[in-house]
């Protein structure tokens, strides 16, 4: 059905290839250790000698200290108050661990102080890690594993310290998290400090107490300590007690004491400079005269730039061509730069950047070592702040990446480790700073670099670090986001497109066995972690022992390391002890385990039990002696304690494969394949887990060793389901809108074979068939949402509508989403046809009841709740202002207006109990906030900060709403919007467009939503460009072909499958 374009499929599939070698060659190459991971801090560290007084803020850390057991002590201050050297201080006090967030050292990212703080903790406390996890910095799950960790390893009354200096100068967090990622919650005897400007406060739990101590500048302690300051700077030795004594006449020290903090405003950051500037005074300078002191810090920034401009009397050519564009590169530089690097911005020689340039200003900047180089930034962030007003800070990040991808593109051997780093983020920040009319080559320029194959290529060759692509690609994404120019669909898909091959690339779980049986075990290893915030403490072992038995052979040493890292004991779990001992016996040349196994299912009976798990029709007499459904039964080890149709089918199933490989194998192999289908990890996970159970108790080892991979595939597989058709279908009704008949041709015969496929499935006349994943309906409903905008379609749009309404079966946790889109996708056909959105919204409902899963039931009943009942009920009087709500969802998804939403008592009831286990009462009976969070899996935390109105631990009366953390739930909403936004009448052409566009970044992670998104910007900005149209199409078919092996079942078809 696909007409592709053969040389773009050719030069795409040849930079998909590329790429996946260089990721390959990422993790080939040796892992840093640990101290390698730990940053500088000692110059910083330094500004500790310069502080005096300070006595009530110590005194207060120590109060704070032996009133809890743990906590943050957040200090507050304003710019300039001297923060950063009473970090320093605590720091060297308290032998802290520490981070100094500044955005003038590009020190600001969460990922840069997990890594760096986890390495300190590693090394510090001697924790057994020889390197540290791929992802450390993805998430703070490492960083507090290894902080607990830290803590057991405390002498008695000991405390652990971690001080964070400039908090506000991180990025900011998404959502409501903690910036740099601080953890909410910490152990007992772990303290922190952190200083930052006045802002938003820290989040924790309960058990984990803020206190927040404030420094005034007009504090007495403030006052106190600058009168210390200024009396140890003008002690009898100093340089600055000889300046006084000679002006005309001496200045007494009480007089300068005095005058001094007057004119500072009680501002350390002015009293530094202006005790350096008496210190540095030269023997023919002026006497020194204390009525030409500065007033405060922004008085002394002026002087400083009024001498600045004096060098333009050197001729306005030096102005132009030295001077500002130095100052200006300073201003933007994301990190410390050398004056060679400034030299090669400007055409400069290094030697007249330093020494015309640097050394004449180096009092307002900062100068350090690394590897022999002086490197120069502003000294501070107040000092950048004045500079964006004096200077055009966008045309400087403008003029850094042109200086890359004008005058280096294609000269990828001459980029610098800067350019490959920072370039990106140049031109981002040029575009956020731009005119909206001067935006779009901006952005153009952003997009064709990010998504250039050999940038990519070098990036990864040079910076071994493939979250720095998959950074670029995002924010590149949400740059383009911003741009006001319509349409901006075909700069977004430029991107967006690319951004999802990458990911979906460097998460392939395939190699990591490869990698194994190669025998490149640490590499095996490395990728591994990508998968682990995926993964529970069983599994991320049992695929260890994987690897150190696939890779045993070749590197023996290797595979005994990973081998003694699984803690056995600490698990519990049988399952585990069985694959142990069979890795055992491999590494240490002894017999393996012989465990018993149950007598083979007959080749019937196995057909049955697959089609069973399939939900296909099967002769139900065939499996009288198996129970129907699964049994759910909490317990602490994973799968052991939890049953599955997978602990009765398992073995039967695996002794078929060994008395009968040609029929038993590829029926057990097809029972693998639908687990990775699963909807819902945890029970995915858990299913297969049994299902290992029954692999390891086959009596052939080397069959054993074959098939763990095949399992770790699927536990480690990407949830199916994802549809990405939308685009690929907008662009081509785009296509027929602008009388390419070829578009309208294939646009009909798309529609014309989703009836046909799917004639079948109506109300399920056709026992065992269904829409497994959910793709029929979105692709009739996407079908439906291109066909009504070309003229002459509107019935075959209605018809298509109505077929996706009458199919009933598929995986319950992949057809409640679907009809939330089917909803949205009648609302934009029939606008306002009430009764047929909300037969689709019952049939969400009813789904999402029908899910096996007791917590993937709630949680995806909850969506269901929220958003038929806080949303499409407030379309008969008019939703709110749309721009407003998708730029609310945009800002910031995790409040309680974009909240889940359930229901005290929920009894769930449209769940069918001939097709469903019963739902366990801790799900049915929570009534309080920490039941509902075990029941939803999620931190009680959250449920404080989403209902403060609610009592925490009193039952609550039922039908009482509250509302549930879900970050699954924003991709939702997003379409939820762009579909109102679609039809709104309210709204012009251009509105319409920038509702949607404001909703890309919100759908970033979620396939399936980014294409719809993507599509319905495309339907709101007709694009008059055909050929444009043409190379979007194209681009939109060829990432959809990536995922059609996950749009169908394994082999026929099926339906009902267990989410």
């Not at 001297?82 to 990212?109: E, P, W």
């Not at 050519?317 to 564009?325: K, Q």
């Not at 490395?526 to 260890?544: M, S, T, Y």
């Not at 639908?674 to 990890?681: E, K, P, S």
């Amino acid at each position: 059905m696909r007409q592709l374009d053969r040389a773009l499929v050719n030069t795409i599939n040849a930079r998909n290839v590329a790429v996946a070698e260089r990721i390959d060659a990422v993790y080939l190459s040796s892992a840093p250790t640990p101290s390698e991971k730990i940053l500088d801090f000692d110059s910083v560290l330094a500004v500790a000698d310069e502080l005096v007084g300070r006595e009530a803020v110590f005194a207060e850390i120590e109060t704070f200290r032996a009133g809890h057991d743990r906590g943050y002590f957040d200090v507050v201050a304003e710019a300039g108050l001297g923060k950063t050297a009473l970090a320093a201080a605590i720091t060297r006090r308290h032998d802290a661990v520490c981070f100094f967030a500044s955005a003038n050292r590009g020190l600001r990212r969460a990922d840069q102080f997990l890594t760096h703080a986890s390495a300190a903790l590693v090394v510090k406390y001697q924790i057994e890690h020889d390197r540290l996890p791929e992802n450390v910095g993805s998430d703070a799950t490492f960083f507090t594993k290894v902080l607990r960790e830290a803590a057991t390893r405390l002498a008695p009354g000991g405390a652990l310290w971690i001080v964070v200096d400039a908090l506000d100068e991180a990025e900011p967090p998404a959502d409501e998290a903690n910036p740099l990622l601080l953890p909410d919650e910490l152990p007992k005897s772990v303290y922190f400090v952190v200083t930052r400007r006045p802002g938003p406060a820290l989040s924790t739990a309960p058990n984990t107490p803020v206190e927040q101590y404030t420094i005034h500048r007009d504090g007495a302690d403030q006052d106190a300590s600058i009168d210390a300051y200024l009396r140890r700077q003008s002690q009898p030795s100093s340089r600055v007690r000889q300046v006084l004594a000679a002006a005309k006449p001496p200045v007494p020290v009480e007089e300068f004491v005095a005058r001094l903090k007057a004119a500072s405003e009680r501002n350390f950051m002015y009293l530094s400079y202006v005790i350096e500037d008496v210190a540095n005074r030269k023997p023919d300078d002026p006497p020194f005269d204390l009525n030409t002191l500065p007033k405060g810090l922004s008085g002394y920034y002026e002087r400083f730039w009024s001498r600045l401009q004096e060098v333009k009397a050197e001729g306005w050519a030096e102005w132009n061509g030295l001077y500002r564009p130095v100052i200006e590169r300073l201003g933007v530089a994301f990190e410390p730069v050398p004056a060679d690097w400034l030299g090669r911005q400007i055409g400069r020689t290094t030697e007249e950047v330093s020494e015309r340039a640097l050394e004449r200003w180096q009092r307002l900047l900062g100068r350090e070592q690394r590897n022999g180089i002086d490197l120069w930034r502003l000294v501070h962030r107040t000092f950048a702040d004045f500079l964006a007003t004096k200077v055009d800070l966008g045309a400087a990040h403008l003029a850094v990446g042109n200086s890359y991808t004008v005058g280096l593109r294609g000269d990828w051997a001459n980029w610098d480790r800067y350019g490959l780093e920072h370039t990106i983020s140049h031109y981002a920040e040029a575009a956020r700073r731009s005119k909206p009319s001067e935006r779009r080559p901006i952005v153009a320029n952003l997009v064709s670099l990010v998504t250039d194959t050999e940038f990519q290529k070098t990036s990864l060759d040079r910076l071994a670090d493939p979250t720095q692509v998959e950074r670029d690609l995002e924010l590149a994404l949400r740059t383009a986001s911003e741009d006001e120019q319509n349409p901006t669909v075909f700069l977004l898909a430029e991107v967006a497109l690319p951004l999802v091959t990458f990911r979906r690339q460097e998460r392939q779980p395939r190699p990591i066995f490869d990698l194994a049986q190669r025998g490149e075990l640490a590499a095996a290893e490395r990728r591994l972690d990508l998968f682990a915030p995926d993964l529970d403490e069983d599994w991320h072992d049992a695929l260890l022992l994987t690897i150190a038995w696939l890779g045993a052979a070749k590197k023996p040493p290797e595979a005994r390391r990973l081998f003694d890292r699984v803690d056995v004991n600490s698990s519990g779990s049988p399952t585990l002890s069985l694959l142990v001992a069979h890795v055992a016996a491999v590494l240490h040349q002894t017999a393996p385990p012989l465990v018993p196994l149950d007598p083979p299912a007959p080749p019937p009976v196995a057909e049955a039990i697959v089609a069973r798990l399939s939900g296909s029709t099967y002769d139900t007499s065939l499996l009288g002696e198996f129970g129907s459904e699964l049994l759910y039964r909490r317990g602490n080890a994973q799968g052991d304690d939890t049953f599955y149709l997978a602990h009765q089918d398992g073995q039967p199933l695996v002794a078929l494969a060994h008395v009968d490989p040609p029929h038993g194998e590829p029926l057990l192999r097809r029972y693998v394949d639908i687990h990775a289908g699963y909807g819902y990890r945890q029970y995915r996970n858990g299913s297969l887990w049994a299902l290992l159970d029954a692999v390891l108790r086959h009596p052939q080892p080397d069959w054993v060793r074959t098939w763990l991979p095949i399992l770790g595939e699927a536990v480690l597989a990407p949830i199916r389901g994802e549809f990405q058709e939308a685009l690929e279908l907008a662009a081509l009704g785009q296509r027929a809108l602008l009388a390419d008949t070829d578009a309208l041709a294939a646009l009909d015969g798309r529609a014309d074979a989703a009836l046909e496929a799917t004639e079948g499935l109506r109300t399920g006349e056709k026992g065992g068939q269904g829409d497994v994943w959910g793709t029929h309906k979105r692709r009739l409903a996407a079908l439906a949402e291109t066909l009504v905008r070309v003229p002459n379609r509107h019935l075959q749009a209605f018809e298509l509508i109505g077929r996706a309404l009458e199919i009933q079966f598929g995986f319950a946790g992949f057809t409640a989403p679907a009809a939330l889109r089917l909803a949205e996708s009648v609302h934009i056909t029939t606008p306002g046809d009430a009764l047929t959105i909300n037969r689709a919204l019952d049939a969400a409902l009813t789904s999402a009841h029908n899910i096996n899963d007791p917590t993937f039931c709630a949680r995806t009943t909850a969506r269901v709740n929220a958003i038929r009942e806080s949303w499409w009920r407030s379309l008969p009087v008019g939703l709110p202002d749309l721009p407003a709500a998708a730029e609310r969802l945009r800002k910031d998804s995790a409040t309680s207006e974009f909240a889940a939403r359930h229901h005290i008592g929920e009894n769930f009831a449209g769940r069918d109990p001939e097709r469903t286990v019963p739902m366990p009462e801790h799900v049915l009976g929570a009534a309080t906030l920490p039941q509902l969070a075990s029941a939803y899996e999620r931190p009680v935390s959250d449920f404080r900060r989403l209902n403060p109105g609610l009592p925490e631990d009193q039952p609550l009366p039922p039908g009482t709403p509250v509302n549930v953390p879900d970050p699954g739930f924003a991709p939702l909403m997003a379409t939820f919007l762009a579909a109102q936004a679609l039809v709104a009448p309210s709204l012009s052409e251009t509105e319409r467009a920038g509702v949607v566009r404001t909703l890309v970044p919100v759908v970033s992670r979620d396939v399936t939503a980014l294409d719809t998104i993507l599509a319905r910007l495309l339907h709101s900005s007709p694009a008059p460009d055909l050929e444009a149209l043409k190379r979007l199409h194209q681009l939109a078919a060829l990432s959809s072909a990536e995922t059609l092996d996950f749009e169908s079942p394994p082999s026929g078809e099926l339906s009902a499958l267990p989410a």
